[in-house]
């Protein structure tokens, strides 16, 4: 069985056959796919710079796995330690608010009271420009004049908030 396992995965080849790295990468997807639900979908969906250093490192190992000569089995040990990372970190920033500020970050208010914040604009290198075009993508709307608050999420993107309007077509502030 060991010699089948050496001839089907290459685990003692400094060059791997063509075969080999086909088997790897099958073992590799199908372990993939049950790191990736054990992380949890959040890594796949709209992304902290956390989940996404995560992505990132799972798939730099994992396609070292397939192609490379060095420990199949210790390339695939440490994507898992990775995925074990995430989702103690996941779980740790989930308890605790103060920890997630600290490894995920918080949003950042970037415009607020008809005025864009400046200072918050140069900590996080967008522009006027920048939060127009946010506007523009999410109220469809050409003028700031309906726009209460923009806040760049942990995610990075940009979430902006409309007035209220009363049922007389009044603004809110609310």
Known sequence: MNEYLNYLLGFD?????????????AVVFF?????????????????????????????????????????????LLAALVIMILHWLIAWITFKSSWAGNILKGKSIVLFQN??????NLRRVYITENDLQEA???????DDMSQVKEIYMDRSGELS???HSTSLDGQKSSR
Request: glycine share 8%; proline share 3%; charged share 15%.
């Open 114 to 119: 008809n005025k864009p914040l400046h200072e």
């Open 31 to 75: 372990l993939a796919l049950v790191y990736v639900r054990t992380g949890g979908l959040r890594m796949l969906g709209k992304q902290s710079a956390f989940d996404s250093l995560t992505a990132l490192m799972l798939g730099t190992m994992l396609g070292k796995a397939v192609v490379s000569h060095d420990s199949f089995l210790g390339t």
């Open 160 to 162: 902006v908030i409309k």
């Open 13 to 25: 080849n400094a060059n791997l056959q063509p075969h080999q790295m086909a088997a790897r990468a």
């Open 135 to 141: 506007v523009r993508k999410n109220l469809n709307l």
